[in-house]
């Protein structure tokens, strides 16, 4: 029960995501940073107010973050499908050599 | 990218990016901004030399010039959103004579600090050195304001000065061709410290005005003279 528990507190803490989850952590990440850059330097320059500049910096940076780190149920839309444990009754494939089938 | 460690480091590497990225832009938007600081006036209204200790158990004496003065200038140009400060400094020039001691032979100009201040922009009145009834004073000023303009303008009647100058001779009573100089210094959030400048730089203008009129020092003031 106790092992239980703390296997879903590793799993929650170690965040694991699938390949097209983390090539769009990646992408969201990026993209997001950027803009709050971007955002943060033209309202700080129209207002002419550079601590205002900072906090959205610092702000949308700290959203960015709750967005692209933590494994959000959106990231494991595409799990891997592994093949089951101990092979199972699967078909041989048929394999050819020198354009001969080899029979096995 | 398959972990959150993993994803946090990258997404961490890439924020710094973006702030270094973001820091030199507003560096640069500095050059987008005009200056045209200029001086109205910065004469001379008292000058005196006396006699005086480097410090209270020197046996040595020296002499030091005590020059009062007044300023008006408009320096508000100086203040951007990246602006933090904008020091401010009044100095003493006179062209170095070879015959009195002490002067290295490759100096060819004295200058003295005799006075100088410290103008916060609204976004730095935190780090202003001064007791907390004049800080709230301070920012009560611009409140609401992200940059005061009117920061700048400085008018002073008949200022003491902070520093009694002398030179390494411990001579300088009448001393002829000093001028007073204005000077500032810019200190931005982020970004390079700049002076006042002697040529247009793009849309920086040099600094108008800010040389005051040649006069000499006095000579000294003798006790037995104020006894007379």
Redesign the interface.
Same mark, same amino acid.
């Given at each position: 029960m106790a092992e239980q528990i703390l296997d879903q507190i590793r799993d929650v803490?170690?965040?694991? @995501?699938d390949f097209e989850g983390?090539?769009l952590?990646?992408l969201i990440?990026?993209v997001a940073?950027?803009v709050? /850059?971007a955002i943060?330097?033209l309202v /700080?320059?129209l207002?002419?107010? @550079?601590?205002?500049?900072v906090l959205i910096?610092l702000g949308g940076?700290a959203l960015?973050?709750l967005v692209? @780190?933590?494994?959000w149920p959106f990231y494991n839309r595409n799990p891997v499908k592994w093949l089951p444990v101990g092979g199972g009754p699967q078909p041989l494939p048929n394999l050819v050599v020198n354009e001969k089938s080899v029979q096995r | 990218?398959?972990?959150?460690i993993v994803?946090?480091q990258? &997404? $961490?590497g $890439? $924020?710094t990016t +973006? +702030?270094f +990225? +973001?820091a030199s832009? !507003?560096a640069v &938007?500095d050059l987008l901004t005009p200056r045209a600081p200029a001086v109205g006036t910065l004469k001379t209204t008292n000058v005196q030399v006396v006699r005086g200790r480097p410090h209270y158990y020197s046996s040595k004496k020296e002499e030091y010039a005590v020059i009062k003065f007044s300023l008006d200038a408009d320096l508000s140009s100086l203040f951007? *959103?990246?602006t933090k400060q904008v020091f401010v400094y009044v100095t003493a020039e006179w062209p170095a004579t070879p015959a009195v001691t002490g002067t290295p032979s490759n100096t060819t100009l004295n200058q003295a600090v005799i006075w100088d201040t410290i103008i916060t922009a609204p &976004?730095a009145d935190h780090l202003a050195n001064i007791g907390p009834a004049a800080l709230k004073k301070l920012q009560k000023s611009a409140a609401g304001k992200? !940059?005061d303009p009117s920061r700048g303008k400085l008018s002073i009647k008949n200022q003491r000065p902070k520093y009694q100058i002398t030179h390494p001779s411990g001579k300088i009573a009448e001393t002829d061709n000093v001028v007073l100089k204005l000077h500032y210094n810019v200190q931005p *959030?982020v970004g390079l410290l700049t002076w006042n400048q002697d040529v247009d730089i793009g849309l920086w203008k040099q600094l108008k005005g800010g040389l005051s009129k040649k006069f000499s020092l006095p000579a000294i003031k003798k006790k037995a003279d104020a006894k007379v």
């Open positions: 803490a170690e965040g694991q @995501i983390q090539k952590a990646e990440a990026n940073l950027s709050v /850059g943060a330097f /700080g320059y207002l002419q107010d @550079i601590k205002l500049a910096g940076t960015t973050f692209a @780190i933590p494994a | 990218m398959y972990s959150s994803r946090a990258n &997404s $961490f $890439f $924020f +973006v +702030v +990225v +973001v832009l !507003i &938007s951007t *959103w990246n &976004s992200s !940059i *959030w």
